[in-house]
């Protein structure tokens, strides 16, 4: 009964789409900046001291994005281009209110709203769609990133991305200048152009002003891809000979189980991948018996809800043009591919354990300017001692950029058992997911949205089984507004995917409205309501989740935040839940169901102290007993070197007897020493009860050249209740990108 309204709710947005897609108001004229050709390269040592750089027409006159979007930067600054047939070179001045920059880290890829720096956006096709992101922060650290989806969302960066570029920077008084050289190999774009879609942008956090060359609405993300203007070169960009790389490790590592009672075990692995360019605008992505053990550990996460929790893909060979492959579906209720997934498998007792990669390939870009392509294969080995057989892990997918900034994408996804003989009787031989997808991104910015319908098959299963969503948003300077719905099938299934919950039908509504004070300390007051509900399949559409939050959000200019949210929720359960995952609890029972509300107060620090502070506290109803929450960050920073922060998540959860009640601690201290920008050391310390853990992470990384990089890493991990030693390692790896 219930999927005809959500039927009819996916045509009527579609019919919404196609009309505003290629109706939407044009954007408004771009601003246009100047590249000047030169032979003569310029030093990166952070000083525009050369007569090249006086040649160069300034690009300037910035706009105030925060606290107001509709006046000049109070503090401006200077960028200027340069090129020549190997280099991008950009130039930056950057004035201030005083001496006191703030700058966090000299570590790579340092969050730029805690740091002052000037970063770019280069839509290097002039999509829309895709953009490479580079910044700096006054003694020329580095960021980089890429962004996918039009930049309209967070999600839509990936800041894990890494590539080879330079740049240096110092500070005079009140300014800083820095200089960033860019090869052009590092990049793709069409060959012979004389244009790029550009943005400057900048963080200036003692004004606590936010600015940027081409002028962005404030109610949205600096990195949406509509507002950017235009960088013309004075001739057109040299062919795009683009590097060859191949990067070599090795990994010795030394470790001991002490749950198994072995020996101390001794390893080394060696690997490499190999990066080649396919044209001026294709990546071909090569990998051998890859190391796919991060230096770097997870998050420990204290999950109390029902539900898996997705963490983010860090593995260099998942990251180039990744959103081709990821960004179908939805990231939160069902992702068909989430890369995370290879190199993992479930043993005979349900564990995830590592499951090594013998090899595999990865090609993506484009194939002209409007159509792009992906396609990707692993071969995992057989693990016959925990019953997990051989596995090839495949994707192709394409998306087409239609009316302006939209996209339509279609995908197939394949994972197979290449060893049928080792499957255990209900092993899936194989399985398969294919899909299409539409995304709306309109010319004025305002409207956006997201529709699919996606289908699996397992060998078992002959019939088809469905996933579909559609979404519209519309987000003005007042308003901000989306409506979803959603269908999951019960059997609807990608063992490469994320797919948290299955078989339910999802209604979402959320309407906020924000309000611009004239005066006072307060920059924005937002006030929203959100509504949820969950309809279950095998209940016959049965409503088992309800919630409704009501939300007040207080921006203050010295960009300090304060949010209040009331909830009132409904849960069926429709398995037996334990919150707590105690031992020998009794949990919840299926079939029972719940109705209570909460509580939430969350405040943010400004950003500028050397001591800021971020926490969320929780009090109210759970379930049949009641909740005490507190969450939050402390963090102490003496800048540029060292920098201390602390994680904690505290919950005590009082269910009514005969149901377990506990308290539920995670502490996560992190001690950073950045002494140069090619080294650091850092220590992070995880406690948590929850998951029973105690974990220790030490690494030293020394980046001794571009990319290429040096690591000792230990790691002891600990029992939390009897506070035994359950493994403890030891890992020196190295790896090196050769230029070809």
């Known amino acids: 009964m219930l999927r005809w309204p959500i039927l009819c709710h996916l045509s009527f947005l579609l019919c919404l789409s196609a009309f505003l897609g290629p109706n939407a108001l044009l954007a408004q004229n771009k601003k246009q900046a100047f590249a000047k050709h030169i032979t003569d390269s310029p030093i ?317 390939f990865r ?110 948003r519309f987000n003005n300077r007042f308003w901000n507004i989306f409506t979803l719905g959603l269908f999951v099938d019960d059997a609807f299934n990608s063992d490469l995917g994320f797919i948290p919950r299955k078989g339910f039908i999802k209604k979402a509504d959320k309407v906020t409205r924000t309000f611009y004070p004239k005066s006072g300390s307060v920059n924005t007051y937002q006030i929203g309501c959100y509504n949820e509900f969950y309809f279950t399949q095998d209940l016959d559409f049965k409503q088992t989740d309800h919630t409704i939050k009501f939300e007040y959000i207080v921006n203050y200019k010295d960009q300090s935040r304060l949010e209040a949210n009331y909830f009132s929720r409904y849960v069926y359960l429709f398995d037996d839940f334990d919150p707590t995952r105690s031992d020998g609890g009794t949990p919840l029972p299926m079939g029972s169901d719940y109705r209570y509300n909460s509580w939430a107060l969350e405040y943010r620090s400004t950003l500028a102290n050397l001591f800021t502070w971020g926490a969320t506290a929780t009090v109210g109803e759970f379930y049949n007993g009641r909740i005490t929450g507190l969450k939050g960050r402390i963090n102490f920073r003496q800048q540029p070197t060292f920098n201390l922060s602390v994680d904690f998540d505290y919950n005590d959860i009082r269910l009514a007897s005969p149901y377990p009640s506990a308290k539920l601690f995670l502490v996560a201290p992190k001690l950073e020493w950045t002494f140069t920008k090619n080294l650091f050391w850092s220590n992070f310390i995880q406690y948590s009860n929850f998951s029973d853990n105690f974990g220790i992470n030490s690494r030293l990384q020394w980046r001794f050249a571009p990319m290429s990089d040096l690591f000792l890493v230990y790691n002891d991990g600990y029992d939390t209740v009897n506070f035994y030693r359950r493994y403890r390692s030891i890992n020196l790896k190295l790896n090196y990108w050769f230029n070809i």
């Open 44 to 360: 990166i040592d952070g000083y525009l001291d050369e007569d090249i750089w006086k040649e160069a027409a300034p690009l300037q006159n910035f706009t105030q994005n925060f606290p107001t979007d509709t006046l000049p930067a109070q503090h401006q600054t200077k960028v200027k281009f340069l090129y020549d047939d190997q280099f991008l070179y950009i130039g930056i001045v950057a004035k201030s209110s005083g001496e006191d920059f703030v700058v966090s880290s000299l570590r790579r890829d340092f969050r730029g709203s805690t740091t002052d720096n000037v970063s770019f956006f280069f839509d290097t096709f002039q999509d829309g769609v895709n953009a490479y992101q580079f910044g700096v922060n006054p003694y020329g650290a580095q960021r980089e990133s890429l962004v996918s989806d039009g930049g309209i969302s967070r999600s839509s960066f990936n800041p894990n991305w890494d590539v080879k570029w330079f740049s240096d920077g110092h500070i005079d008084g009140d300014t800083y200048m820095a200089e960033i050289a860019i090869p052009f190999y590092s990049l793709k774009y069409p060959e012979g152009c004389t244009q790029w879609n550009i943005q400057a942008y900048r963080f200036d956090l003692q004004s606590n002003e936010r600015s940027t060359w081409s002028r962005v609405d404030q109610n949205q993300l600096l990195s949406n891809l509509g507002y950017l203007g235009v960088l013309n070169f004075e001739r057109p960009l040299p062919k795009n000979n683009s590097t060859y790389y191949f990067i070599p490790y090795a990994n010795l590592a030394q470790s001991k189980d002490y749950n198994a009672d072995t020996p101390m075990t001794r390893d080394t692995k060696v690997g490499f991948d190999v990066k080649v360019p396919i044209g001026t605008q294709m990546n071909l992505d090569l990998t051998v018996n890859p190391d796919f053990s991060n230096v770097e550990v997870d998050d420990l996460i204290n999950n109390i809800s029902r539900f898996e929790v997705s963490l983010p893909e860090k593995r260099q060979f998942f990251l180039d043009n990744s959103d081709l492959f990821s960004s179908f579906g939805n990231s939160r209720d069902v992702s068909p591919f989430f890369s995370r997934r290879i190199g993992i498998a479930r043993d005979a007792d349900g564990n995830n354990i590592q499951n090594d990669i013998i090899g595999g």
């Open 363 to 472: 090609l993506s870009g484009k194939l002209n300017s409007k159509l792009r392509l992906g396609a990707l294969s692993l071969q995992t080995k057989e693990d016959a001692a925990n019953g997990i057989p051989s596995n090839n892990n495949s994707m192709l997918a394409i998306q087409q950029r239609v009316f302006g900034r939209s996209q339509v994408g279609l995908f197939l996804i394949n994972r197979e058992t290449t060893d049928k003989a080792s499957l255990e009787d209900d092993d899936q031989a194989f399985n398969r997911v294919m899909g299409l997808d539409y995304s709306l991104a309109s010319a004025n910015n305002k409207w956006t949205g997201k529709f699919f319908a996606h289908s699996s098959i397992n060998d078992n299963d002959s019939q088809n089984r469905w996933s579909g969503q559609a979404l519209m």
